[in-house]
């Protein structure tokens, strides 16, 4: 039942046998859902401005949907008061104003509540982020010199097992005795027939580094863009990416099915749009926790089309969905369907805004899956003008045939121990500091280059090459910095602010490490 009022317009939800006279008035100033009893408002849920009960002799409280009680005496608003209701009425002295101003209160104050712990969610999960970028640069610090001494190792493996292959060919024209001698030394060796395990330990060994890496990078690159940069992207990658993050919680759940074409470039915020994109799948994740999973397995399904002059992204599932009735209203603050999981209702809320800020559409309906269809139209032309250059794509160069001579700065031992000898064919000296690495230019500065850690304790790497300009200028230019991707604030406006900056992300790319040594010999 529900009926209009030129008033202010609340939800309010009645519970249990409240008396004519209070029903009357709340149906004529707000909108009224009525419910039998105590348990059918707990299933109810929270998206209500507040709940209107009688006396209760069991604690008031329905998660955070406030409670006010309407009681006869003054005796009674005490115990209501007691068992947790937020306010009472006396029903002797009640009337539509006084039932709005209590209304509007008690919203007032779970809509504070609601925003406070968004708050609260926000600042955590900042500081989880700034966290787990930390972690990201402390991972791949280790996993920088592992790969490089993998790549080292594997090229010597293969070595031997070539020259392995060429001494059996060779000792066939050998005396017996000598090639039996061979043949038991080898097997002794466990290398009669090569090192095909040993290369297949290593082969995997390698999978095992790049697709850590790949996390890695995929993380910090998330984390450098939650700014405001608008870049030219590619949404195709943009979903990939958002349903890399959502992975780990969705491919316990349900098959990730994907259907997507390939470029599809846009101008916009890339943290923005993988924000969007996560969230959406998040609420994914929690609708199929809801229901039980179909004979065939729960389905989440990410598709995206050109269709005309815009870019359709749709994510669906086959979770309970949403109600028809709901389809607009979930898009509204401080309404969710996981009020009882310590949701404020602010996710899609978040998600629409994201949306129009690239002047597109988010919607809901019901999916062909069963579940839920949560729909982002982008327009081909966002009207956003890029303000990220692109970041340059590896290009194979030529190593360098001469031999250069090589200063490399990192607080990392094990890196540095690593790049030398994965540098072997050049001279190369190392320092652990910036300040050691000055220290040595005072009395050698004729290096080809400079490969430089940018974030150590003490000097960084931009104070280091400030230092370097004041100093020794003709080595401004030969500078290369080096970085496992957690940032300060000011360095990463400073990076911003210099595109040009050369710079190597750890781990190293071996084609990125050419191209830094094919620019040093120029």
Not at 489 to 512: A, N, T
Request: net charge negative; charged share 25%.
């Amino acid at each position: 039942m529900s009926q209009t009022h030129p008033g202010p317009q609340f939800e309010v939800l009645v519970v249990g046998d409240v008396a004519r006279q209070v029903l009357d008035i709340a149906a004529s100033a707000f909108e009224v859902t009525r419910v039998a009893t105590w348990n059918d408002a707990v299933a109810a849920g929270g998206n209500f401005d507040c709940a209107l009960v009688p006396l209760q002799d069991h604690p008031m409280t329905l998660g955070r949907l406030p409670v006010v009680a309407i009681v006869a005496t003054v005796a009674q608003a005490e115990q209501c008061l007691q068992n947790g209701a937020v306010d009472v009425l006396l029903e002797a002295m009640l009337d539509v104003d006084r039932l709005i101003r209590t209304v509007r209160w008690t919203a007032q104050l779970r809509r504070t509540a609601a925003t406070t712990l968004c708050l609260q969610d926000a600042d955590r999960l900042s500081t989880v982020g700034r966290m787990a970028a930390g972690i990201a640069h402390e991972m791949n610090n280790p996993v920088a010199w592992l790969r490089v001494n993998q790549a080292m190792l594997l090229r010597r493996v293969e070595r031997i097992d070539l020259a392995i292959e060429e001494l059996v060919a060779a000792s066939r024209t050998w005396p017996t005795s000598a090639r039996d001698e061979m043949a038991r030394m080898l097997g002794a060796a466990n290398m009669l027939n090569g090192l095909g395990d040993t290369l297949e330990m290593l082969d995997e060994n390698q999978n095992g580094l790049d697709r850590i890496a790949a996390v890695s990078s995929r993380f910090s690159a998330f984390v450098r863009a939650t700014g405001n940069e608008v870049e030219r992207l590619d949404l195709t990658q943009v979903v990939r990416d958002a349903v890399d993050f959502a992975r780990p919680e969705l491919r316990h759940r349900a098959d990730i099915q994907l259907d997507l074409p390939r470029n599809l470039r846009f101008n916009g915020r890339r943290g923005a749009l993988t924000h969007l994109l996560v969230n959406l799948l998040g609420n994914s994740t929690r609708a199929l926790d809801r229901m039980p999973a179909p004979p065939t397995g729960h389905v989440v399904r990410c598709s995206a089309e050109r269709e005309g002059d815009e870019i359709v992204i749709v994510i669906e599932d086959t979770g309970p969905g949403i109600a028809p009735d709901c389809y607009e209203a979930v898009f509204e603050p401080f309404v969710s369907a996981w009020t009882d999981r310590g949701a404020v209702g602010l996710g899609l809320t978040t998600c629409r805004d994201l949306a129009n800020e690239h002047n597109g559409t988010l919607t809901a309906s019901k999916s062909e899956l069963g579940g839920a269809r949560l729909e982002l139209r982008l327009p081909k032309k966002s009207g956003l003008m890029v303000t990220r250059a692109p970041e340059p794509k590896p290009t194979k160069a030529a190593a360098p045939s001469g031999r250069l001579r090589l200063l490399l700065v990192d607080d990392e031992p094990h890196f540095l121990a690593a790049m030398t000898r994965f540098l072997h064919r050049h001279d190369v000296q190392t320092a652990s500091s910036a300040e050691e690495a000055l220290q040595l230019l005072a009395g050698v500065s004729d290096f080809d280059g400079v490969l430089c850690d940018l974030m150590m304790e003490g000097m960084d790497g931009l104070a280091f090459c400030a230092a370097v300009r004041n100093w020794h200028p003709h080595l401004a230019d030969k500078i290369v910095l080096c970085t496992g991707g957690a940032v300060t604030p000011g360095v990463q406006g400073y990076l911003s602010d210099h595109p040009s900056l050369m710079r190597l992300s750890k781990p190293v790319e071996p084609v990125e490490l050419d191209r830094v040594l094919a620019h040093w010999a120029s």
